[in-house]
């Protein structure tokens, strides 16, 4: 199966509204026309990013059908659905309307810290049963283990279901091995705004981005120049070192609403456990904004 899904693309927040903290589908609208207006290439929906842990069964289906309204196919689409028991995986999967969803975005199992040849037996049960192609997720400071690159090279041989991987290990070493020895139809997208030059740089597609929910045209930019191998993109990811930073000092997403909050487009509304960025940090921000 061919991948789609290069170059820059949001993972998309949730955004709540204060006085009952229900999910804001006027909010999501704005979030999403701004993002496509400023050049963004798909959209991610229901990442870790959209505190999906947090939203019912039934909110997740009313997210991603929001999206896929909204978004009308202009873009291609990806919707997260992941987790630690594999057997609910695949029930979510059973029950989804996957009409206007190109791939899926599925994390490796989290909490329950699998051996590797449980990482694999689970994402091959996903690709049996999966309408649309499978993106990988390795994102190891969450799940508590790392999905090595021996492993994700043996799912992307082994089924051509699976399209690509977001790394996020940090690991650039594991990632090079990865693009070096990965099936034609198998790319890599940067799961880290901070390495975005660095792994596109080393073969990388593109990036599935925290920073591009508000600062959508600027990680375009970088993302475009660095896929080029253009020098300015050294000094741009050097630039936004500070305001990716602050992204998470305080925890994912709450940073980036802050931005967003600034902007007029969100809420500054997050469910706990997760909640909003003190009011030294929301300053801090605001002062690394100006700087860009």
Do not use: W
């Amino acid at each position: 199966m061919e991948n789609i899904f290069k170059g820059t693309g949001p993972a998309v927040i949730t955004p709540f509204k204060n006085d009952d903290l229900t999910v804001d589908f006027e909010a999501l609208e704005r979030l999403l026309e701004f993002q496509i207006a400023s050049g963004i290439d798909f959209i991610v929906a229901l990442g870790t990013t959209a505190e999906t842990s947090t939203l019912s069964h039934d909110e997740r289906h009313q997210v991603y059908q929001a999206i896929k309204k909204i978004n009308n196919k202009r873009l291609p689409l990806m919707v997260g659905f992941g987790g630690n028991n594999t057997a609910e995986v695949i029930n979510h999967i059973h029950s989804a309307d996957f009409r206007g969803i190109d791939a899926i975005l599925s994390v490796v199992p989290y909490y329950s810290k699998p051996s590797q040849e449980g990482v694999y037996r689970h994402f091959m049960e996903l690709a049996k049963v999966s309408p649309v192609p499978i993106m990988l997720y390795n994102v190891p400071s969450r799940c508590g283990v790392n999905m090595t690159a021996e492993t994700t090279l043996r799912l992307a041989k082994d089924s051509s279901k699976f399209i690509g991987v977001k790394e996020a290990s940090g690991n650039l070493e594991q990632i090079k091995k990865i693009i070096e020895n990965a099936p034609s139809n198998f790319e890599v997208l940067s799961g880290d705004d901070a390495m975005i030059n660095s792994v596109t740089m080393a073969g990388g597609k593109g990036v599935i981005s925290v920073l591009a929910n508000a600062l959508p045209a600027k990680t375009v930019e970088l993302t475009n120049l660095s896929l080029k191998g253009d020098d300015a993109a050294k000094d741009l990811q050097l630039q936004y070192l500070e305001i990716i930073d602050l992204l998470f000092v305080e925890g994912n997403p709450a940073g980036v609403k802050a931005i967003l909050h600034q902007k007029g487009i969100v809420e500054n509304v997050l469910r706990l456990p997760l909640c909003p960025v003190s009011d030294q940090t929301y300053l801090k921000i605001e002062q690394a904004l100006k700087k860009i």
